[in-house]
């Protein structure tokens, strides 16, 4: 079991240079762990990437599709008092943008009071960085 930050799941679902680690990855342990706002994140980056010409639109639909498949299995962290307060102070802590901090809330929650035993997994140095110190192993 690992938690998936958005910029991780991004690469599942559009072929960029990590996608093949990362679908290896997947293969090797298919529990995934996200945060009830990973599907928005993922829509909107594939959104940027379609206004950019970099994706057509029948590639848009395929990775939306490959992403309600993978959000149906994957276990989610639900917004909710402990989140907010945990990002909150996330951000007073780590230089991280506020979806940032509601990822790493989410992982520090899903990890239960015992963050080594979670692994990260992220695409983002900025957020990379910030879970390190909060003693989530990174993959």
Sequence with gaps: MKFWDSSAVVQLLVEQPGSPALRALLGV?????????????????????????SMASTEVQAALARLDLLAEAWAQVEPGPDLQRLARRLLRTHPLRAADALQLAAALIAADGEPRRLPFVCRDERLRVAADREGLPLV
């Design 29 to 53: 342990d298919p529990v995934v762990v996200a945060w009830w706002g990973t599907p928005v994140e993922c829509v909107s980056a594939i959104a940027r990437l379609e206004r950019e010409g």
